[in-house]
């Protein structure tokens, strides 16, 4: 079951401490398996590029 630690990245605060981003950009983040920490695994100011990674 989830947890609300597992969440913590939902939090803007939290979120830009650790994967500072900049407007317009798109992050694709890796939330599982759940062995794994919460990574970005891709970046990109295109949507269709992100979207299909």
Do not use: C, W
């Not at 913590?8 to 950009?25: D, Q, S, V």
């Not at 939330?31 to 919460?38: A, Q």
């Amino acid at each position: 079951m989830d947890t609300e630690r597992d969440f913590l990245f939902f939090n803007e605060r939290i979120a830009t401490k650790y994967n500072p981003f900049y407007e317009g950009e798109y992050l694709v983040i890796q939330s599982y398996p759940r062995e794994h920490k919460l990574i970005v695994e891709h970046r990109s100011f295109d949507y269709k590029n992100a979207k299909s990674h």
